[in-house]
């Protein structure tokens, strides 16, 4: 199982970037998708996440001004940020909570899948 993030970049306050993760490999079942950051010298934390239903979850810091979505057949969830402030700079990782099927013909579960990351810088 593999994530992927793309999107990433340098915006000027107030701005808007998009996020796209896609997940790839042997996914029998994805539960929920999400978004994640962390910026320099502090922990990851939690920003948007999307269940298979469709429901979601923002962190307080971003309500309003960040949209996740989902394309089920694509195995793809994108994070659509608005009004981007100094302080939304950090590292984004995408997480997913699947079943799947390893290469080597092994089941897998769980949270623990996750991107490479991509960075996200805000500045003027």
């Known amino acids: 199982v593999q994530l992927v993030e793309s999107g990433g970049g340098l915006v000027q306050p107030g701005g808007s970037l998009r996020l796209s993760c896609a997940a790839s490999g042997r996914i029998i079942h994805i539960t929920s998708m999400g978004w994640y950051r962390q910026a320099p010298g502090k922990q990851r934390e939690l920003v948007a996440t999307?269940?298979?239903?469709?429901?979601?979850n923002y962190a307080h810091s971003v309500k309003g001004r960040f949209t996740i979505s989902k394309d089920a057949a694509q195995n793809t969830a994108d994070l659509q940020m608005n009004s981007l402030k100094l302080e939304d700079t950090a590292v984004y990782y995408c997480?997913?909570?699947?079943?799947?099927?390893?290469?080597?013909?092994?089941?897998?579960?769980?949270?623990?899948?996750w991107g490479q990351g991509t960075q996200v810088t805000v500045a003027s």
């Open positions: 999307i269940t298979s239903g469709g429901d979601t």
């Open positions: 997480n997913a909570d699947l079943t799947a099927w390893t290469e080597q013909g092994t089941y897998v579960a769980g949270k623990d899948f």
